[in-house]
């Protein structure tokens, strides 16, 4: 699975857009890109994946580049429960095989 | 509708002590994962299973077995307890599609080897 690189923490004020970038410079062809988040000691928490195209759901909005080596994952209106661990994840859909990989994450702390 | 459980929540254990962490789903879900998180770090994988009867290594498999006897349930075993094992264990479980469905975690274990 390809390797993804994120900034340790990132603040962001109450109301505002939350923008969490994610390298994955190595991805390949048939991997996805997969957001997780973690609130405080909490079991982490899907929130959104996606290929090629960007994509939204009802929790955030995730934003790929053209060559696929980087995304984005926009939270519009930041609330103060947003405060978590985000962790990008990179891996292939494969049958039997599937490793979910996680690595280190980003700190996102909200503040008032 | 229940999800994944984890069972026990919290245990202590005094080193070369054995026990077993069960991790149950009520989703029909396929693929069934064993993660430990340890302070400040991310999440690191140990074993995994894609099937009844199927198990197979993570990132960081030495001192635990696994086993996979029924759909439902993935086992995570400690045969001889050691400082180093102290963490918070999580378990996930995902359909097991190809059409990429999300994994769901349990609440975890937070387990001290004294």
């Known amino acids: 699975d390809a390797k993804t690189t994120q900034p340790p923490s990132m603040d962001c004020a109450e109301g505002r857009a939350a923008n969490l970038p994610c390298n994955h410079s190595t991805i390949s062809g048939n991997e996805y890109v997969y957001w997780y988040r973690q609130i405080h000691s909490q079991g982490p928490q899907y929130i959104i994946h996606?290929?090629?195209n960007n994509e939204t759901n009802e929790m955030a909005s995730l934003i790929i580049t053209e060559d696929r080596k980087s995304s984005t994952l926009i939270l519009p209106h930041a609330t103060l429960r947003d405060t978590a661990v985000y962790y990008c994840i990179v891996r292939v859909a494969l049958y039997n095989t599937d490793k979910l990989i996680f690595g280190t994450g980003t700190r996102l702390q909200v503040f008032p | 509708n229940a999800g994944v459980t984890q069972t026990p929540k919290f245990r202590v254990l005094k080193t070369g002590q054995s026990m077993t962490l069960l991790c149950a789903q009520d989703m029909n879900h396929e693929y069934m994962y064993w993660y430990r998180q340890d302070p400040g770090m991310g999440l690191r994988l140990i074993h995994y299973s894609v099937g009844e009867g199927t198990t197979a290594k993570g990132e960081v498999p030495d001192g635990y077995n696994v086993s996979r006897l029924k759909k439902q349930n993935f086992l995570l075993g400690l045969e001889s307890a050691a400082p180093s094992q102290t963490s918070v264990y999580f378990c996930?479980?995902?359909?097991?599609?190809?059409?990429?469905?999300?994994?769901?975690f349990g609440q975890g274990t937070r387990l001290t080897v004294v």
């Open positions: 996930a479980s995902r359909l097991g599609d190809i059409l990429n469905t999300e994994a769901f």
């Open positions: 996606g290929l090629k």
